[in-house]
């Protein structure tokens, strides 16, 4: 039976305190994340010999993704891993793509492969994405890890939530019996922190775009995971006192100046003094994502050993 005298959840001021607004800094937590792995690989080398290796796939030539891929690749290097890059054209048929991937899922040197997203129209993105090793699959997009996600099991996990779910142990600890509320529910954002978030003891809700009033579940949220891409969407009265709120969302704005500047999917300005703790954009959650593709690169190469032993 029941002990109605225990509440329901852990009041969020247990975990926050009184204080308010306090910006979460993830960028220093990805320098030192990015540190914590640099020396993991060296140990690593020390002991088995081998240097972790990550294969990134970029198809056709849209700039931002070349930035992107560019940017993993020099990161990969600065934490002493192997980088090997595959640029292919728009041209590039599914066909000759499935061939790369069959060719680099037999590599041994290759513990990591990440084919970047959107891909060209005409490639089948679902049967890319399955066609990694799982044991390979750093994203954690595949059917295999996706599953063993949400069965509570061990595997690779998509590195963005992955990266929410550290700053948040790393800002409050246990997480066990908090209310937490993840606004979006994509595959590659939304749904796995929502399981993350219930694995780890959490009470979870969904919010999406088909939710009727919203903000009466956001404001019940100890720690609120925001990933819309819908700019400036949570406002203060979405927000309990005190809450941590994690804001994923990134989107470029024009400027008065005729600039642009990023914004996150939390109007900041607003829900800064009633959040007990929050994360700024740009310079929150964006700095965690490629710190933790190079921690799932490592976890690859563990996993290789052990399954070769
Ligand atoms: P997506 O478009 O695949 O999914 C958006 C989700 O938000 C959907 O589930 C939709 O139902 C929900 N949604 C949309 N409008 C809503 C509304 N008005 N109210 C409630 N829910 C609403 O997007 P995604 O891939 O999950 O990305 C979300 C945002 O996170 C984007 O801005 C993206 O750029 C950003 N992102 C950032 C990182 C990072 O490294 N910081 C990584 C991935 C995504």
Redesign the pocket.
């Known amino acids: 039976m029941s002990d109605l005298t225990t509440p329901a959840t852990r009041p969020a001021d247990t975990a926050s305190g009184p204080e308010r607004g306090r910006r979460i800094d993830g960028k220093a937590f990805a320098v030192s994340l990015r540190k914590q792995i640099a020396a993991d690989v060296v140990a690593f080398h020390a002991e088995y010999g081998v240097t972790p290796g990550l294969a990134v796939v970029l198809v056709g030539n849209d700039p931002a993704s070349e930035i992107y891929v560019r940017n993993k690749a020099l990161e990969t290097h600065h934490v002493g891993m192997r980088s090997f890059m595959h640029m292919l054209p728009e041209t590039t048929t599914e066909a000759a793509l499935l061939t790369l991937i069959g060719r680099l899922n037999a590599d041994p040197e290759i513990h990591g492969i990440l084919v970047q997203l959107p891909l060209p129209n005409g490639i089948d993105a679902r049967r890319i994405t399955n066609a990694i090793d799982p044991k390979k699959d750093v994203d954690g997009l595949g059917e295999v890890n996706a599953g063993r996600l949400s069965l509570g099991l061990p595997g690779l996990i998509p590195?963005?939530p992955l990266?929410c779910l550290m700053l948040l142990q790393s800002e409050l600890g246990n997480l066990r019996g908090l209310n937490a509320v993840v606004?979006?529910?994509?595959?590659?954002?939304?749904k796995p922190m929502a399981l993350l978030l219930l694995n780890e003891g959490c009470t979870v809700s969904i919010?999406?775009?088909?939710?009727i009033n919203?903000q009466a579940l956001t404001r019940t949220a100890d720690i609120l995971v925001v990933?819309?891409?819908?700019s400036g969407?949570i406002r203060h009265d979405w927000v309990k006192p005190g809450a941590t709120v994690i804001d994923?969302?990134?989107?470029r704005v024009p400027t008065a100046s005729g600039k642009t500047k990023l914004v996150?999917?939390v109007a900041f300005d607003e829900v800064a003094p009633i959040a007990g703790r929050i994360t700024p954009?740009p310079g929150?959650?964006?700095p965690?994502?490629i710190a933790c593709l190079l921690q799932n690169t490592l976890t690859a190469a563990r996993l290789s050993l052990s399954e070769s032993a």
């Open positions: 590195c963005t990266g606004v979006g529910a994509s595959n590659l954002v939304g919010v999406h775009i088909d939710t919203p990933a819309t891409g819908v969407l994923v969302g990134i989107t996150g999917d954009v929150g959650v964006g965690m994502t």
